[in-house]
Structure formats: structure tokens, C-alpha cells
């Protein structure tokens, strides 16, 4: 079964930082774009960050600055650090990735989220 697994979410005062990992798993032939979501209750799923197979990125404007995505191939895992939290950056957090597996073609996959809080 090919999986998104998630970890690195918590609680933490404002100014604070977290790291969040994402790690695929299973019959997995090849990664395409990996990216970060997250919601918050009544809202829509929003983009946070973008990273392509290359390593090329792009951000919402507004954790620019203050996010930063990468990737590590070998270890099919995506991870985001995010420095400076605010309030407002509390949010269920979801990783998401196009994958090449189990020989079905290439599909979008979500993780299962995590958590992060950020208190004033």
C-alpha cells in the first residue's frame, strides 16, 4: 500500500519553530511535485509550499520568508520548516505528492495530517 505518513506537528508559542516530515511509502517507481497544505476549520485546503523533483519551489506569499520546503530524494521524504510562527500559521497541515506506484499510473496521494498550533 503506498502511504503519505506525516510527523513533526505540535504545539508552540508565537516566534517559535516546528519541522514537519512527510515520508512516502510502498511500491513506489518515481516522485513528481511533493507540496504542503493545510486547513482550518470552515476554510478551504490551501497551498503552502511547492517542490518539484528538481528542487525548484514556490510559496504562498503569506509564509514567504518563513517556510522553507525541501526534499531528499533517496529517502522519498519532503519536509517543511517553518520559522517565525504566528496564530494564524495553526492549522491541520497535509502533505500531498504525485506519485509513480504499484503500477496504477500517476496519482495524487494525501497524507493524513498533522496537527500544529501556534499560541500567542
Known amino acids: 500500500q503506498v502511504q503519505l505518513v506525516e510527523s513533526g506537528g505540535g504545539s508552540v508559542q508565537a516566534g517559535g519553530s516546528l519541522r514537519l516530515s512527510c515520508a512516502a511509502s510502498?511500491?513506489?517507481?518515481?516522485?513528481?511535485?511533493m507540496s504542503w497544505y493545510r486547513q482550518t476549520p470552515g476554510k478551504q485546503r490551501e497551498l503552502v509550499a511547492v517542490?518539484?523533483?528538481?528542487?525548484?519551489?514556490d510559496y504562498a506569499d503569506s509564509v514567504k520568508g518563513r517556510f522553507t520546503i525541501s526534499r531528499d530524494n533517496a529517502k522519498n521524504t519532503v519536509y517543511l520548516r517553518m520559522n517565525s510562527l504566528k496564530p494564524e500559521d495553526t492549522a491541520v497541515y497535509y502533505c500531498?505528492?504525485?506519485?509513480?506506484?504499484?503500477?496504477?499510473?500517476?496519482?495524487?496521494?494525501w497524507g493524513q495530517g498533522t496537527q500544529v498550533t501556534v499560541s500567542s
Open positions: 517542490i518539484t523533483r528538481d528542487g525548484s519551489t
Open positions: 510502498g511500491r513506489i517507481f518515481s516522485i513528481n511535485t
Open positions: 500531498n505528492a504525485y506519485m509513480l506506484a504499484n503500477g496504477l499510473g500517476w496519482l495524487e496521494y
